[in-house]
């Protein structure tokens, strides 16, 4: 089973920052398999990043994804207010067929 | 456009078993492009997928959860179903149901539309 790593798990930042974000997979992943997304509080997840680099539909150019192997990337190029959230990285392996998830990495306000 | 709906009962007492429908609006659970899947969420933890499925009725399953989890779809009424049986206090959980992309091709797979969640909890 394919274990991720998020770090870090808290990232206390200040609007118009920068935010770069870790996913660490313990034995190679398929960009195809590699997803991020946003929750906030009282609130479902929601996908922000497929294929590893792919902006999700109505997702705002100031998230990217990047990376490859083991080691994945999200960045938010100047964080808006409504980005303090908990993001996660997915991964999904297929021997056996397994989603997994990250614990996430909180983003919150300096 | 397409929108997800959890329903269920919000509590159900140890040794039970837990029974979720999902009911997909505004588009069709038997498109071959997508599969379905529940994921759950502990209180203040991360996320779990549990299984998924095809409209077809092929089924994959969480290892971890595999002998307690069935995952159904009903694609006359437009709903799949999930139950968890010999619950305990560690299934206490949102669950959600959510489309899965991708899986069909192999391609860019990932859970793209989610429902708002439903809590359950297990209580005697």
């Known amino acids: 089973e394919i274990v991720l790593t998020q770090s870090p798990g808290t990232l206390s930042l200040s609007p118009g920052e920068r935010a770069t974000l870790s996913c660490r997979a313990s034995?190679?992943?398929?960009?195809?398999?590699l997803a991020w997304y946003q929750q906030k509080p009282g609130q479902a997840p929601r996908l922000l990043i497929y294929?590893?680099?792919s902006r999700a539909t109505g997702i705002p150019d100031r998230f990217s994804g990047s990376g490859s192997g083991t080691d994945f990337t999200l960045t938010i190029s100047r964080l808006e207010p409504e980005d303090f959230a908990v993001y996660y990285c997915?991964?999904?392996?297929?021997?056996?067929?397994?989603?997994?998830f990250g614990p996430g990495t909180k983003v919150d306000i300096k | 456009q397409l929108q997800l709906q959890e329903s269920g009962p919000g509590l159900v007492k140890p040794s039970e078993t837990l029974s979720l429908t999902c009911t997909v609006s505004?588009?069709?659970?038997?498109?071959?492009?997508?599969?379905w899947g529940w994921i759950r969420q502990p209180p203040g933890k991360g996320l779990e997928w549990i299984g998924s499925?095809?409209?077809?009725?092929?089924?994959y399953y969480n290892p971890s959860l595999k002998s307690r989890v069935t995952i159904s779809v009903d694609t006359s009424k437009n709903q799949f179903s999930l139950k968890l049986s010999s619950v305990t206090a560690a299934d206490t959980a949102v669950y959600y149901c959510?489309?899965?992309?991708?899986?069909?091709?192999?391609?860019?797979?990932?859970?793209?539309?989610w429902g708002q969640g439903t809590m359950v909890t297990v209580s005697s």
């Open positions: 959510a489309r899965l992309r991708g899986y069909s091709y192999g391609y860019r797979v990932a859970f793209d539309i």
């Open positions: 505004g588009g069709s659970i038997s498109s071959s492009s997508y599969y």
């Open positions: 499925i095809y409209y077809s009725g092929s089924t």
């Open positions: 034995q190679s992943v398929s960009s195809s398999y």
């Open positions: 294929g590893a680099s």
């Open positions: 997915q991964q999904y392996g297929s021997s056996p067929p397994l989603f997994t």
